[in-house]
């Protein structure tokens, strides 16, 4: 069975970091762009960004640019997603998915729609 696993979420403070993991069963990630979206409650779900199979190429939205990066390491069967400069905007479900077509490069990328598995997400809270 495909699955992918988010962890790492918490409760931080403003200013903080947290390091979001994606952990794959089933398949191996080799071979699938990977995106990080999250979801706050009343909004839609945001592409935050995205890596492509080999782990060269990325994007980002603007409003996690210069405070997050993404990174795999697919060994691992692993993509990460290293948040600093945390805000209480950034509060919400974190998630993960993976893209068979890898368009991590194309303007889709952050379209919910193209990706194929998605994990079940996990919280994160910035708040003093």
């Known amino acids: 069975q495909l699955q992918l696993v988010e962890s790492g979420g918490g409760l931080v403070q403003p200013g903080g970091s947290l390091r979001l993991s994606c952990a794959a069963s089933g398949f191996t990630l080799d071979y699938y762009a990977i995106g990080w979206f999250r979801q706050a409650p009343g909004k839609e779900r945001e592409g935050l960004s995205c890596?492509?199979?080999?782990?060269?190429?990325?994007n980002y939205a603007d409003s996690v640019k210069g405070r997050f990066t993404i990174s795999r390491d697919n060994a691992k069967n692993t993509v990460y997603l290293q948040m600093n400069s945390l805000k209480p905007e950034d509060t919400a479900i974190y998630y993960c998915?993976?893209?068979?077509?890898?368009?991590?490069?194309?303007?889709?990328?952050?379209?919910?729609?193209?990706?194929?598995?998605w994990g079940q997400g996990t919280q994160v809270t910035v708040s003093s």
């Open positions: 890596i492509t199979s080999s782990g060269g190429s990325t």
């Open positions: 998915a993976a893209d068979p077509r890898s368009r991590c490069l194309s303007r889709v990328w952050p379209v919910a729609d193209i990706y194929d598995y």
